[in-house]
């Protein structure tokens, strides 16, 4: 584990994970970090998943296990929403699944399944709901990207559609800024690609953005921060690729609130 400090614009070493992880799905709530699922090994296929759950005070410094996900999965995203961690997706056959952690009681619920299976997804709490966008819709280096575009509301239990996403695409990264949904890089069918793209709920509408200086893909743990969207690290080849050492930021000016 890497800290930047965004002050002094200075890393260093964190605490160490309990063991190796690989597309973890991570998030944070009320002040903790959590490292949920991720498998053992790179291998594409994600037979070396875990369902564990990890959380990291960083006022106390050290990793403590908590409740285990129901299911085992690696490939999926984390999205934090009224103090609880809604998962969703991973590599097939969980590619449906859909649960919510709550940290305070350390318990899990099952929750009804994605519409559509899928891995390498993005997403982010949007006014109350969960939206769940992109991903690969097989395991490997499948070339299947998706556009779709998934809703969940927490109190009617239910999903719904949005609008699509400009392109299909995986591995792509996410967070909210200024009410403005915004997705960047990842895997479009053709190869690795630096779009930058944005969701308006209150048009429900899509809009292109400047491109990335770098395309990467597999960011997890990006943030809106002081203004600015913070991109740290990703694979800058298709596939398995070694990560990377970058630090990208960029300063949004639309505003969806």
Same mark, same amino acid.
């Given at each position: 584990?890497?800290?930047?400090?965004?002050?002094?614009?200075?890393?260093?070493?964190? &605490?160490? #994970?309990?063991?190796?992880?690989? *597309?973890?799905?991570? /998030?944070? =709530? @009320? +002040?903790? $970090?959590?490292?949920? !699922? %991720?498998?053992?090994?790179?291998?594409?296929?994600?037979?070396?998943?875990?369902?564990?759950?990890?959380?990291?005070?960083?006022?106390?410094?050290?990793?403590?296990?908590?409740?285990?996900?129901?299911?085992?999965?690696?490939?999926?995203?984390?999205?934090?929403?009224?103090?609880?961690?809604?998962?969703?997706?991973?590599?097939?056959?969980?590619?449906?699944?859909?649960?919510?952690?709550?940290?305070?009681?350390?318990?899990?619920?099952?929750? &009804?399944? #994605?519409?559509?299976?899928?891995? *390498?997804?993005?997403? /982010?709490? =949007? @006014? +109350?709901? $969960?939206?769940?966008? !992109? %991903?690969?819709?097989?395991?490997?280096?499948?070339?299947?990207?998706?556009?779709?575009?998934?809703?969940?509301?927490?109190?009617?239990?239910?999903?719904?559609?949005?609008?699509?996403?400009?392109?299909?695409?995986?591995?792509?990264?996410?967070?909210?800024?200024?009410?403005?949904?915004?997705?960047?890089?990842?895997?479009?069918?053709?190869?690795?690609?630096?779009?930058?793209?944005?969701?308006?709920?209150?048009?429900?509408?899509?809009?292109?953005?400047?491109?990335?200086?770098?395309?990467? *893909?597999?960011?997890?743990?990006?943030?809106?921060?002081?203004?600015?969207?913070?991109?740290?690290?990703?694979?800058?080849?298709?596939?398995?690729?070694?990560?990377?050492?970058?630090?990208?930021?960029?300063?949004?000016?639309?505003?969806?609130?």
């Amino acid at each position: 584990m890497q800290i930047y400090d965004i002050a002094s614009d200075l890393w260093q070493l964190g &605490p160490e #994970l309990p063991q190796p992880n690989n *597309h973890g799905m991570a /998030a944070g =709530v @009320n +002040g903790k $970090i959590y490292l949920i !699922g %991720g498998q053992l090994t790179d291998d594409q296929q994600g037979a070396s998943a875990v369902n564990t759950v990890y959380e990291l005070d960083p006022a106390v410094g050290a990793w403590v296990e908590k409740a285990q996900m129901r299911t085992a999965r690696s490939g999926g995203v984390a999205v934090a929403h009224a103090g609880k961690i809604y998962v969703a997706g991973g590599r097939v056959p969980r590619g449906s699944d859909f649960a919510v952690y709550d940290p305070a009681a350390d318990q899990w619920e099952v929750l &009804p399944d #994605l519409p559509s299976q899928r891995n *390498h997804i993005s997403g /982010a709490a =949007v @006014n +109350g709901r $969960i939206h769940i966008v !992109g %991903g690969r819709l097989g395991n490997g280096l499948s070339p299947l990207k998706t556009d779709a575009h998934e809703v969940f509301d927490p109190q009617t239990r239910t999903w719904t559609t949005a609008a699509p996403m400009l392109r299909g695409r995986s591995g792509m990264n996410g967070v909210m800024a200024r009410g403005c949904f915004h997705v960047w890089g990842g895997e479009a069918p053709t190869g690795m690609t630096p779009d930058h793209d944005y969701y308006d709920p209150r048009t429900d509408q899509w809009s292109s953005l400047r491109d990335m200086p770098i395309p990467v *893909h597999g960011v997890v743990g990006s943030a809106f921060v002081d203004g600015l969207i913070w991109v740290t690290g990703g694979g800058t080849q298709i596939g398995g690729s070694f990560g990377s050492l970058y630090n990208q930021t960029y300063l949004p000016a639309v505003n969806c609130d």
